[in-house]
């Protein structure tokens, strides 16, 4: 379905019925990424699933940051009328996450962060001389997002009271320490620290945090 909310056209999914569950994707995907998860999660949840703007079916060729996408969803949730949500978000999807977080709290019960950084020397050096590389080659607006943002305050981060769960590959692209940094800022937050695992082989299409969820 196509919804036009906060001055465009975001392309969503509702599948199921009991609480509300967002699911985000991350930056380059759509919400097929959480195809499987969101089958075993529909008998426990209503689950929303949101193609974020310049992704998937979503409108495109338009401006894009964090903040927007933000605000893309915070507008599709009053559209909607739904909150007190349960909020998962991957990579830019949690970063989107973490914004609503520090812009509409009050719509939230419960944030799920997978694999997210809050300011781009966050991720790993190696990977970022990647992405320097690969926006040299094709300029694409969403690598030049991870390059640019995001750049939350710590006294943002400070405030968020929301329930939180911050989930991290062993072999992730987010630095680690930079990891325990937000789990130390986001009060009474809960980390897990995944073995054998990188930055997406635990959530693309996969069912591995039903149990987070649950």
Same mark, same amino acid.
């Given at each position: 379905?196509?919804?036009?909310?906060?001055?465009?056209?975001?392309?969503?999914?509702?599948?199921?019925?009991?609480?509300?569950? /967002?699911?985000? @994707?991350?930056? =380059?995907?759509?919400?097929?990424?959480?195809?499987? !998860?969101?089958?075993?999660? #529909?008998? $426990?949840?209503?689950?929303?699933?949101?193609?974020?703007?310049?992704?998937?079916?979503?409108?495109?060729?338009?401006?894009?940051?964090?903040?927007?996408?933000?605000?893309?969803?915070?507008?599709?949730?009053?559209?909607?009328?739904?909150?007190?949500?349960?909020?998962?978000?991957?990579?830019?999807?949690?970063?989107?996450?973490?914004?609503?977080?520090?812009?509409?709290?009050?719509?939230?019960?419960?944030?799920?962060?997978?694999? /997210?950084?809050? @300011?781009?020397? =966050?991720?790993?050096?190696?990977?970022?001389?990647? !992405?320097?590389?690969?926006? #040299?080659? $094709?300029?694409?607006?969403?690598?030049?997002?991870?390059?640019?943002?995001?750049?939350?305050?710590?006294?943002?981060?400070?405030?968020?009271?929301?329930?939180?769960?911050?989930?991290?590959?062993?072999?992730?692209?987010?630095?680690?320490?930079?990891?325990?940094?937000?789990?130390?800022?986001?009060?009474?937050?809960?980390?897990?620290?995944?073995?054998?695992?990188?930055?997406?082989?635990?959530?693309?299409?996969?069912?591995?945090?039903?149990?987070?969820?649950?």
């Amino acid at each position: 379905m196509i919804a036009h909310v906060n001055g465009i056209d975001i392309y969503y999914e509702i599948i199921g019925s009991g609480k509300p569950l /967002v699911l985000l @994707h991350g930056n =380059g995907e759509d919400h097929h990424t959480f195809d499987e !998860l969101a089958d075993v999660m #529909k008998e $426990n949840y209503q689950v929303i699933l949101i193609d974020s703007r310049c992704h998937g079916l979503s409108e495109k060729n338009i401006e894009i940051t964090f903040d927007l996408m933000a605000m893309d969803v915070i507008s599709l949730l009053e559209y909607l009328n739904i909150k007190d949500v349960t909020l998962l978000g991957f990579s830019d999807g949690g970063i989107v996450g973490l914004k609503i977080a520090t812009m509409r709290e009050y719509l939230l019960n419960k944030l799920i962060l997978c694999g /997210v950084n809050f @300011h781009p020397k =966050g991720v790993k050096k190696e990977f970022y001389k990647q !992405l320097k590389g690969w926006y #040299k080659k $094709n300029k694409s607006p969403l690598i030049k997002l991870m390059m640019k943002e995001p750049k939350f305050k710590i006294k943002d981060l400070k405030q968020i009271t929301v329930d939180t769960t911050i989930i991290v590959g062993e072999h992730d692209l987010i630095d680690i320490e930079h990891t325990y940094k937000l789990h130390q800022y986001i009060y009474d937050s809960s980390l897990y620290v995944l073995n054998d695992e990188n930055h997406e082989s635990y959530v693309m299409h996969q069912t591995k945090l039903k149990d987070f969820i649950l």
